[in-house]
């Protein structure tokens, strides 16, 4: 199975900042990755896939990018809705996996 | 706009059969996948397995001798079946859509909580 690690598992920041989460697979996936946001008691929603592309509806505060097994989630004004936790997905290969996820509190 | 609904009983006694079905609308359920996925209590996300409306179907090998995928494209409804259920299989289940391409999971059930339990 490809493992994805997220870093960090918890990130405490403040409205207006500009965040990053970073997703590392542990083989190749080229840009099968997407990102979810959750919050609690809610299903995961998408927002980014192809490891860059925007969701439709998705706010452009959100950007995604790849360097080469590495991903990264960018968030360049956190708003206070954005306060949630984010998965990383792998979708190369069968079994689909997930990161364990990233918290992002309000500091 | 697609929606999806899963259904089906909250509780299941340990060694019998999780049964869940996800009914599709706003949309037909032809010519997509559609997954499964769970979330125990405070822990992340497992993607359980997939099938496609002709019935073909991918499963993740960690539960691959328990899990029964199927599909009913008339009732626009597909389904899971997950064998010998223990309490490590308590969790939120599921349902979404594979966008074009397979790319990502674009629409989700609201989930559904299956607890097992005598």
């Known amino acids: 199975d490809i493992q994805m690690t997220q870093s960090p598992s918890t990130l405490s920041a403040s409205v207006g900042d500009r965040v990053t989460i970073t997703c590392r697979a542990s083989?190749?996936?080229?840009?099968?990755l997407a990102w979810y946001q959750q919050k609690p008691g809610k299903a995961p929603k998408l927002l980014i896939y192809?490891?860059?592309t925007l969701e439709s509806g998705v706010p452009s505060r959100f950007s995604g990018s790849r360097s080469g097994t590495e991903f990264t989630l960018t968030i360049s004004s956190l708003q206070p809705e954005d306060f949630a936790t984010y998965y990383c997905q792998q979708l190369n290969s069968y079994p689909y996996t997930f990161g364990q996820g990233t918290k992002l509190e309000i500091k | 706009q697609v929606q999806l609904q899963e259904s089906g009983p909250g509780l299941v006694k340990p060694s019998e059969t999780l049964s869940l079905t996800c009914t599709v609308s706003g949309g037909s359920i032809s010519t997509y996948y559609w997954s499964w996925i769970r979330q125990p209590a405070g822990k992340g996300l497992e993607w359980i397995g997939r099938?496609?409306?002709?019935?073909?179907?991918n499963y993740n090998p960690s539960l691959r001798s328990r899990v029964t995928m199927s599909v009913d494209t008339s009732k626009n409804q597909f389904s899971l079946k997950l064998s010998s259920v223990t309490a490590a299989d308590r969790a939120v289940y599921y349902c979404?859509?594979?966008?074009?391409?397979?790319?990502?999971?674009?629409?989700w059930g609201q989930g559904t909580l299956v607890t097992v339990s005598s």
């Open positions: 099938i496609y409306t002709s019935g073909s179907t």
């Open positions: 192809k490891a860059s």
């Open positions: 083989q190749s996936i080229s840009t099968w």
């Open positions: 979404a859509r594979s966008n074009y391409g397979d790319y990502a999971f674009d629409y």
